[in-house]
């Protein structure tokens, strides 16, 4: 059975930091595309960071770019969120995601793979 699995998140002041891991099983997806996604309450889902198979390339969404770093442990089967100087509009909860192919990293429906998600508050 494939899974993603989801961890990391928690209470946080606003500034502080977070690190989110996605950890998968049930098969190797060294080279699928991974992101990260996040839905705060009364909205829709969002992209939030994406890194292709060879972690060699990244996307992030304007509202994240310079504080927030996608990365991947392919060795691990692991890919991570390094979250710096959070807001509390960054409030949400957070889920990783796999998809096979190149293109439309920011595309939430071109992923296939989706964890349960992780809950990430910001306080003020």
């Known amino acids: 059975q494939v899974q993603l699995v989801e961890s990391g998140g928690g209470l946080v002041q606003a500034g502080g930091s977070l690190r989110l891991s996605c950890a998968a099983s049930g098969r190797t997806f060294s080279s699928y595309a991974r992101g990260w996604f996040r839905q705060a309450p009364g909205k829709e889902r969002e992209f939030v960071a994406a890194?292709?198979?060879?972690?060699?390339?990244?996307y992030y969404a304007d509202s994240v770019k310079g504080r927030f770093t996608i990365s991947r442990d392919n060795a691990k089967n692991t890919v991570y969120l390094q979250m710096n100087s959070l807001k509390p509009e960054d409030t949400a909860v957070y889920y990783c995601a796999a998809k096979s192919g190149s293109y439309y990293y920011s595309d939430q429906y071109k992923y296939n793979h989706w964890g349960q998600g992780t809950q990430v508050t910001v306080s003020s």
């Open positions: 890194i292709t198979w060879s972690g060699v390339t990244t």
